[in-house]
């Protein structure tokens, strides 16, 4: 979706990025992350192969934020998740923001208490699924926050 974001944001009224892998060529340049070099056969090496990392860095949604006109975007991520660091999609929101031209929301919910799967626990997971149900609601017109 970060991609897309990119590419055409105005196909969708909003997105809803959960754990989004966004910040792929840095990720996949930095050996160290425990991750990153068994993800190298499916993502490429962009250290030792040039080709791959101009691939990488073509579609790399981090990379390729720019002034324009985002949807509507709530971003949720995990504290202690090991697949997509909490600062992947902070890094990719705070880009965003300061090059969205609308004024359409862009949102970043970090749950300090989940890694990439979500929050555990089945009631816990029904609220996840209501925050992004209310916010679809919210973009749509379908219902309004009340500030009193």
Do not use: C
């Given at each position: 979706?970060?991609?897309?974001?990119?590419?055409?944001?105005?196909?969708?009224?909003?997105?809803?990025?959960?754990?989004?892998?966004?910040?792929?060529?840095?990720?996949?340049?930095?050996?160290?992350?425990p991750?990153?070099?068994?993800?190298?056969?499916e993502?490429?090496?962009?250290?030792?192969?040039?080709?791959?990392?101009?691939?990488?860095?073509?579609?790399?949604?981090?990379?390729?934020?720019?002034?324009?006109?985002?949807?509507?975007?709530?971003?949720?991520?995990?504290?202690?998740?090991?697949?997509?660091?909490?600062?992947?999609?902070?890094?990719?929101?705070?880009?965003?923001?300061?090059?969205?031209?609308?004024q359409n929301?862009?949102?970043?919910?970090?749950?300090?208490?989940?890694?990439?799967?979500?929050?555990?626990?089945?009631?816990?997971?029904?609220?996840?699924?209501?925050?992004?149900?209310?916010?679809?609601?919210?973009?749509?017109?379908?219902?309004?926050?009340?500030?009193?």
């Open positions: 979706m970060g991609a897309i974001a990119n590419m055409d944001p105005g196909m969708f009224l909003g997105i809803i990025a959960d754990v989004p892998f966004v910040d792929v060529l840095n990720t996949m340049l930095d050996k160290d992350l991750l990153t070099p068994p993800e190298w056969p993502w490429g090496n962009p250290i030792e192969n040039k080709e791959e990392f101009e691939i990488i860095h073509a579609y790399s949604p981090y990379e390729n934020v720019k002034a324009q006109a985002y949807p509507h975007i709530l971003v949720n991520a995990g504290l202690t998740d090991p697949r997509v660091t909490y600062w992947e999609p902070a890094k990719w929101v705070a880009r965003l923001r300061t090059q969205n031209t609308s929301l862009i949102l970043l919910r970090t749950n300090m208490k989940a890694g990439h799967g979500g929050a555990s626990g089945r009631f816990e997971q029904l609220k996840e699924t209501a925050i992004n149900y209310a916010f679809a609601l919210l973009i749509s017109g379908k219902t309004q926050i009340k500030t009193h």
